[in-house]
Structures are given as structure tokens and as C-alpha cells.
């Protein structure tokens, strides 16, 4: 089945900086991949996602790259803002009919002031 | 208001009584999904179903059964919970599977 590793496990940057949280999927007929955003006591939500005919897509101080033959994806969060502060997961979906989500084990986002 | 409603919030139970945990969405989704989240593990699908009455295992499916009357809910049963079952357990539901998922509040189960 696939996997997803994420990486890294936390990350704290300092307020105005970049962040970069890398996952590698192993099922290269994942063609799915949303990113989630988990903030304290409550359910993740979606901030992004991007689907394997796209390279990059972009919203706002959010993006996300893939590179379909390395098997790997990136969400990239500019200018961060304390309230950026979060867990982030990746996730790959699996090929149909089910087309399952499988996530990656989170990073830990500390944006400090 | 578009949600997924999860009840109970938190619940501590002991070994071997059995437990319903239900999820009810509102926004006429077919597919909804059981996750189970761990420290360092993620999230890590249960059971899923695509439709009223076809569900199917997930990654973790032993020790937990779920079903699907009614395209609304979709309840998850431990009927002999253990505590390897204590965790943080999150139903979603979506159009289908690789479409944004809606994740409900979450459910604190602590099995002593």
C-alpha cells in the first residue's frame, strides 16, 4: 500500500521567515495531494491541495510543488505569521475506486515572535 | 452550517465495554472515513465508505466495526475496546475520497 514520510517532524521559525515541509510518497499511482492544517483541540482542515497534472500551485503566502518522478511534495508557507502556528500534514490519496487518503505523521510548526 | 458532528467529545471506558462513537455530516457526502491519530504516527485510516452500505477496511481496521444505514452517519463501534484503543479518533467525510475532506472535532477515547 503507500506510504507517506514527512519531514521534518517540527519546525520553529522566526516570524516573517519561510517554511518548508517535505513529504515522499511511495505509490506512483497516487495522483492526490492535499495538505491539512491541525490547530490545537480541533479536526484537521484543508489549506491546499494539488493534483499530479500540476507542477506547482500557489494561494496567497501558500504553495505547493511536485515532482512526480522523484515522488516527492513540498508546501511552502512565506512570510509566516504566528497564527501559522500549527501541526501540517501531507496526505497521498491511492488509486482508485477508493481513492484512499494515506497521511503522512505531521510536522509541528512553531512561528516565533 | 457545513459540518461534521462528532459525539462524544471525550469518553474514558473500561476494558471490554462496548462503545459507539457517531459521526453525522450535512453535506449529502458519500464518502466518509474513520482515522485514528497517535503521537509520531499521523492519521491513519479505519474503515471508509464510498456509499450507503459499502464500507471497506482501512489501514488499522482490527478491533473496530462501522456501518452505514443512512448516507448522514457513519457510527464506529468498539465492542471490546482495549488500551491500545486509547487514542484520538476523527471521522471526515468528502465527495469521494480524493476530494477535500471535512474532518470533524474529534473524540478523546481513554480505555483503562
Known amino acids: 500500500g503507500e506510504n507517506v514520510e514527512q519531514h521534518p517532524s517540527t519546525l520553529s521559525v522566526q516570524e516573517g521567515d519561510s517554511a518548508v515541509i517535505k513529504c515522499t510518497y511511495s505509490d506512483s499511482a497516487s495522483n492526490y495531494f492535499p495538505w491539512y492544517k491541525q490547530e490545537l483541540g480541533k479536526g484537521p482542515q484543508l489549506i491546499i491541495d494539488?493534483?499530479?497534472?500540476?507542477g506547482e500551485k500557489k494561494d496567497q503566502r501558500i504553495a505547493v510543488t511536485l515532482n512526480k518522478t522523484a515522488k516527492h511534495f513540498s508546501l511552502h508557507i512565506t512570510e509566516t505569521q504566528p497564527e501559522d502556528s500549527a501541526v501540517y500534514f501531507c496526505a497521498a490519496s491511492k488509486a482508485a475506486p477508493a481513492r484512499q487518503l494515506t497521511f503522512g505523521s505531521g510536522t509541528q510548526l512553531t512561528v516565533l515572535p | 452550517e457545513a459540518q461534521v458532528t462528532q459525539n462524544p467529545r471525550y469518553l474514558i471506558t473500561v476494558t471490554g465495554k462496548k462503545l459507539t462513537v457517531t459521526c453525522s455530516q450535512n453535506?449529502?457526502?458519500?464518502?466518509m472515513s474513520w482515522y485514528r491519530q497517535d503521537p509520531g504516527l499521523g492519521l491513519r485510516q479505519i474503515y471508509y465508505?464510498?456509499?450507503?452500505?459499502?464500507?471497506d477496511k482501512g489501514d488499522v481496521p482490527e478491533g473496530y466495526k462501522v456501518s452505514r444505514k443512512e448516507k448522514r452517519n457513519f457510527p464506529l463501534i468498539l465492542e471490546s475496546p482495549s488500551p491500545n484503543q486509547t487514542s484520538l479518533y476523527f471521522c471526515a467525510s468528502s465527495w469521494e475520497g480524493d476530494t477535500e475532506a471535512f474532518f470533524g472535532q474529534g473524540t478523546r477515547l481513554t480505555v483503562v
Open positions: 494539488i493534483r499530479s497534472n500540476v
Open positions: 453535506m449529502n457526502h458519500e464518502y
Open positions: 465508505s464510498m456509499n450507503v452500505e459499502v464500507t
